[in-house]
């Protein structure tokens, strides 16, 4: 039976008329038999590669899994063949990630006077990024706070000053996620200034987040970090018959500030490490003085793996999401461009006029009206096609393998270049940007000789049927000029020597754009140590983060285009008798991104 996911649920009534039709966009077929490639940079070349890298039966990729060693051998075994340089780690192509899957163990307790709450059945815990430090939640009296949301404030700073605060969740709250007080413990949440930590109370513990905590699926994966790291484990949920054990008494009619027993918490963690390998691969350069200089070029070979709240109707799915996203990116430009507070979080807006409420109202009707034609999209495609796999064609498939091929035009051409080129393709970016992070902390080559980073990732799709500004030669440049001004010229430059040109947009490299895209993808790693970066997509569609993001949408000229202008802009770079130059101050490398 097909499980329908929530943006579905609106699709199963819409069968009135339809300003808005939603058609059978597929150009590609469901399966592909591959061919053997060439030293060009093709739309056939691409083709035959993408449907091996992105099948189902790389699972989605995601890191720590068994898709995710399928495809970077994959990966390994092209570059093999072709020769190039293995950079990773032991003379192999692979630079291992510190990645564990960290599980709670179920021997961990919370103590008390006459009390014993055992993990798993009477709370939940959790650690982040690095080692666990043992025994480092506080020990503390538990007070109890209230239900958040509620119209009066929960308990006072006074109340709160060195306690373990207790609290429950308003209706509709979402569960397994502790509070951070003022001393740090827990991640999100609630916040209660002068507490030693917050706890969430639940009505019970469900069997699978318990299952969740105490086995953790195959990619539910944690960064270990680095060997000065430390992670202090938060208490991320109690059920509300634990919390009534601590505070004595039932919670129904309970005062705020009324306090119980003073709990000691012994929190344990069993990690076991997980498959999470960038593969990394050199094109050696020809000059004496430069060929110790590097232009490196990436991609991410993750995605976000298997459904995990089960298959979905493929179809429905993706006509509907292609039929509404165009619309929902003119409503969120709209928003922008007349400083109108709407769904995106921004800054210096004002609600909407009554004119400009009109014009919102219009295109959010043309949502409404959206009609599919399920029957006709069925016969064609053999059936109902029930999906739970997140192929990730698109992201980052495309990027991967229009890397691939540059790698082989470089390997089979051998142009005489006079820097070397560094091919990376980024592990768990999905993460949170894990592998570039790494690479650029541990360099395979001396991180001041990498003069520049051209990033790819989402580099298959862009027509004007994805986004409402697409086109057959779109193109999204980010942040081509926050490092080096005379980079940003370069593109443009080269750009106007196509015979067909991009058209390039800048609007998602705005400063404070909603989307951040700037900080979403594995450039941001190299800019932050000051490396000259250039960041290409065809942006973002309605097959984003979904199992219809599958190689027949995919738009495989327009790729071969991408992967061509990419590949002379990498030689260019690396034949330049000088270095890109940097007026662009990049502060800290370890702040925060902010766009």
């Not at 539910?220 to 949920?237: F, H, N, R, W, Y």
């Not at 005062?255 to 963690?269: E, N, P, Q």
């Not at 004119?355 to 059936?383: E, F, P, W, Y």
């Not at 091919?423 to 650029?440: D, I, N, P, Q, R």
């Amino acid at each position: 039976m097909n499980r329908l996911s929530h943006a579905l649920s609106a699709v199963a009534v819409l069968g009135l008329p339809a300003a808005v039709a939603a058609q059978n966009r597929k150009t590609q077929p469901v399966t592909h038999t591959p061919q053997p490639t060439v030293a060009a940079i093709t739309a056939a070349d691409l083709k035959t590669r993408l449907y091996i890298y992105a099948a189902d039966s790389m699972e989605g990729r995601e890191t720590g899994t068994r898709g995710h060693i399928k495809a970077t051998n994959y990966i390994a075994a092209q570059l093999k063949a072709l020769g190039l340089k293995p950079m990773g780690d032991n003379g192999t192509y692979f630079q291992n990630v510190p990645v564990v899957r960290r599980a709670l163990d179920p021997a961990s307790t919370i103590t008390a006077d006459g009390v014993t709450l055992r993990a798993g059945a009477d709370f939940l815990a959790q650690a982040g990024r690095g080692r666990v430090v043992a025994n480092a939640f506080p020990s503390g009296q538990v007070v109890y706070a209230g239900t958040a949301g509620e119209s009066t404030p929960l308990i006072s700073p006074e109340q709160a000053a060195g306690k373990i605060v207790l609290y429950r969740q308003a209706a509709g709250g979402r569960g397994g996620r502790g509070g951070r007080g003022g001393g740090g413990f827990g991640r999100g949440g609630l916040q209660i200034a002068g507490a030693a930590a917050v706890i969430p109370i639940a009505d019970s513990i469900s069997a699978q987040q318990a299952a969740a905590a105490l086995h953790p699926r195959e990619g539910q994966v944690q960064l270990k970090g680095e060997p000065g790291d430390s992670a202090i484990a938060g208490i991320s949920l109690i059920s509300r018959r634990a919390a009534e054990q601590l505070l004595g008494a039932s919670l129904d009619g309970m005062a705020r500030g009324t306090t119980g027993k003073t709990i000691k918490a012994d929190l344990k963690f069993i990690d076991t490490d997980a498959p999470a390998r960038n593969v990394i691969a050199a094109y050696e350069g020809h000059d004496p003085k430069l060929k110790g200089e590097w232009v490196a070029m990436g991609a991410h070979n993750d995605h976000i793996g298997i459904r995990a709240a089960g298959p979905v109707d493929h179809d429905s799915l993706h006509l509907y999401a292609q039929a509404a996203y165009p619309i929902r990116e003119r409503i969120a430009l709209y928003d922008l461009e007349n400083h109108v507070c709407g769904g995106r979080q921004q800054t210096n807006c004002s609600p909407a006029t009554a004119t400009q409420q009109a014009h919102l109202d219009s295109l959010n009707g043309q949502i409404a009206a959206i009609h599919i034609n399920l029957d006709s999209v069925r016969k064609a495609n053999g059936g109902v096609r029930a999906d739970s796999i997140n192929n990730g064609a698109d992201d980052d498939g495309s990027g991967t393998v229009t890397l691939l091929e540059i790698a082989e035009r470089f390997a089979k051409e051998k142009p005489n270049t006079k820097r070397s080129m560094l091919f990376v393709w980024h592990v768990a970016e999905e993460k949170g940007l894990w592998g570039s992070a790494y690479v650029t902390d541990h360099p395979p080559v001396p991180r001041d000789s990498i003069v520049a980073q051209l990033n790819m990732d989402m580099v298959g799709r862009g027509a004007a049927t994805d986004l409402f500004e697409g086109g057959p030669n779109y193109l999204q440049l980010v942040g081509s000029r926050r490092v080096s001004t005379e980079l940003g010229d370069l593109v443009e430059q080269m750009n106007k020597q196509e015979k067909v040109p991009f058209t390039f947009d800048y609007q998602y490299d705005a400063n404070g754009h909603p989307e951040n895209i700037y900080c979403r993808s594995d450039h941001f790693n190299y800019a932050r140590y000051g490396i000259p970066i250039v960041f290409v997509t065809t942006g973002l569609h309605g097959d984003y983060h979904q199992v219809t993001d599958e190689p027949e949408y995919i738009d495989y000229p327009h790729m071969a285009k991408i992967g061509n202008f990419m590949y002379r802009l990498g030689q260019h770079v690396a034949d330049m008798d000088h270095r890109p130059k940097v007026d662009h101050a990049v502060g800290d490398p370890k702040a925060r991104c902010q766009q």
